[in-house]
């Protein structure tokens, strides 16, 4: 299949390869959106990769009050980890730490889900004795006394196992400024899409990494065939026009939600365009062995 | 299919016990609904003694006509939908663990007794021990709903472990006594004592009480975030509440004289 050429963009004839993660996703809410906005930033960073971070995690979206449990301002936050396990470790430890923590905050399950994994249950112990648990209908809550009036909690929240981690688009600009400008509009772009994060800062990563490296001790390195400044020292994958790279990482609740993060973010790189210094399109892949779910750049422009 | 039907011809010279008349035990039985015996005395009396029936799904039982005589109506049921005009007597859905019963008139003593799940409304009032245990139970209501349209009498929610509780009207005497979990909320004002040796669950009363015990203590008025839930949980179960409407309540803790954990919501003033 021959590379595309959209808007003076070429897209790259290549796929991004993903991986299956559990996931989860849970509803903070507080008096105010800043509140819960806060809490959700605070619980959320940290989480930009399963390699060190033990999860990836971001915002999905704000939620109006009518759309939330307490009728307050709400933050959607989805989280992914490589097991179940290690995703209710990290859920119980942010939690605690991050939006207990957070002055007004409640905290409710954000997916139904296959399974259920503990959301309040595990934190409740902190009321020392005081917790209180209300059952209202067919959901149980914790209501743990701290010390601006009570931290509610629902006991449980939904774990999905067919969750996708890894959807890439790599960004190859001119320079810096336009290619970290054609990277915030796909990141705007993508933020649209419901049941997907982009756990990098921003939205943005400048350090797409490859597996292994020279010192044994690393996991991973450098993508030096993207280091704009080793063209010519390395098997380098970038042209002369290229100046600077940037990748934008993006995990969804199912694989169909990655692929629309993917069109999307895609349609507004396309938008972007050549004239604002956008030179090509690529995304990262280990020659499609590795991850279960692939993405052709080509197909999902359509 | 349409609703069985059974019209009340006349009075009914005793109490009767209606227990075989739900969609379980009728999906059970054998031979004509007019046959079923319902006395309560050594003088024989049938469902067609008194009703004419018109046949339809046992999963829709209409009573068309009521009577204060009319013990045990839905006890133990699990599934289907019984709707009374009129009155009924005492144990009505008692063991109830699913399924509807929907009541124009009043009811008797120890409605919802020991309820598991369902719902039951009753459109006017309830007389005592509402969702009580029997003597010797351990727990009185462990789910489902209750909504009185009129007022409750005394003892409502005794020994209740879960569900809900709601009283459109005033409440009796020691409304939550001896409750151990669960959710009570009053839009009346309660009789003396409420909440008498609860050691847990929630009582709200939106009216104020007549008198509150003194080993009940004030942590004073609060906004939360629970409130804001049970007063959702009231609107989505069709239960208009005037003061839940304000989530800032004063907040009492007890009852302290059992080590209790319990907590009595009343208007802020």
């Not at chain 1, 959301?119 to 067919?138: C, H, M, N, T």
């Not at chain 2, 009573?63 to 204060?68: C, D, I, K, W």
């Not at chain 2, 104020?208 to 975030?225: A, C, K, N, Q, R």
């Amino acid at each position: 299949m021959p590379e595309l050429i959209r808007n003076g963009v070429t897209i790259d004839n290549t796929f991004a390869e993903a991986f299956g993660m559990r996931a989860t996703a849970i509803v903070i809410t507080a008096d105010t959106e800043k509140w819960a906005r806060q809490a959700a930033v605070t619980m959320t960073g940290f989480a930009t990769s399963v390699i060190a971070c033990g999860c990836e995690a971001g915002i999905d979206r704000v939620l109006e009050p009518s759309e939330t449990p307490d009728a307050r301002p709400g933050i959607r936050v989805l989280i992914f980890a490589v097991s179940t396990s290690m995703l209710e470790q990290q859920l119980m430890t942010r939690l605690g730490q991050c939006v207990l923590t957070c002055p007004g905050t409640a905290c409710f399950s954000g997916m139904q889900g296959e399974e259920r994994i503990k959301l309040g249950a595990a934190i409740r112990y902190f009321g020392d004795g005081w917790q209180i648990s209300k059952l209202l209908g067919a959901t149980r809550y914790w209501r743990i006394p701290v010390m601006d009036g009570e931290f509610v909690c629902e006991e449980t929240t939904g774990l999905t196992k067919s969750a996708v981690g890894g959807g890439n688009l790599l960004i190859m600009g001119r320079d810096r400024e336009s290619t970290l400008a054609a990277a915030e509009a796909a990141v705007a772009a993508i933020s649209a899409e419901p049941d997907v994060i982009m756990p990098f800062p921003g939205g943005i990563v400048r350090s797409g990494s490859k597996i292994g490296s020279k010192y044994k001790a690393l996991p991973a390195s450098t993508n030096d065939a993207y280091c704009p400044t080793l063209k010519g020292r390395v098997a380098s994958a970038l042209t002369a026009e290229v100046g600077s790279v940037l990748e934008i990482v993006i995990d969804g609740l199912t694989d169909a939600a990655v692929r629309a993060g993917m069109k999307a973010g895609l349609g507004a790189l396309c938008v972007f365009g050549a004239k604002a210094g956008l030179v090509r399109v690529g995304a990262g892949n280990y020659g499609g062995k590795l991850g279960k779910f692939h993405y052709p750049l080509g197909e999902i422009l359509g | 299919m349409s609703a069985l039907v059974l019209t009340l011809q006349q009075e009914p010279p005793q109490r009767c016990d209606l227990s075989a008349l739900t969609a379980d035990r009728l999906a059970a039985a054998t031979g004509r609904i007019e046959a079923i015996d319902i006395r309560t005395t050594r003088t024989p009396l049938a469902v067609g003694d008194i009703f004419s029936v018109t046949s339809g799904d046992a999963a829709d039982i209409v009573f068309e006509g009521g009577s204060e005589r009319f013990d045990n109506l839905g006890v133990g049921m699990s599934t289907g939908r019984i709707r009374v005009t009129g009155d009924l007597g005492q144990r009505a859905g008692r063991g109830m663990a699913g399924g509807a019963i929907f009541v124009s008139g009043s009811v008797g003593v120890l409605a919802g007794s020991g309820m598991a799940g369902g719902r039951m409304e009753i459109g006017g009032d309830a007389g005592d021990l509402l969702g009580a245990p029997l003597p010797g139970e351990a727990s009185g209501m462990t789910g489902g709903v209750i909504r009185v349209g009129g007022s409750a009498g005394a003892r409502a929610g005794d020994r209740m472990r879960r569900g809900l509780i709601a009283i459109g009207g005033d409440a009796g005497e020691y409304l939550g006594s001896r409750m151990f979990g669960g959710t009570i909320v009053c839009l009346g004002r309660a009789g003396p004592l409420p909440g008498y040796l609860m050691t847990r669950g929630t009582i709200i009363t939106a009216s104020g009480v007549d008198s509150l015990s003194p080993t009940f203590i004030d942590t004073g008025p609060h906004e939360l975030v629970a409130l804001r839930l049970i007063s959702r949980w009231l609107t989505e179960e069709g239960i208009e509440g005037g003061a839940l409407s304000a989530t800032r309540l004063r907040r009492f803790a007890g009852d302290t004289a059992v080590l209790g954990k319990g907590e009595l919501f009343l208007p802020e003033a």
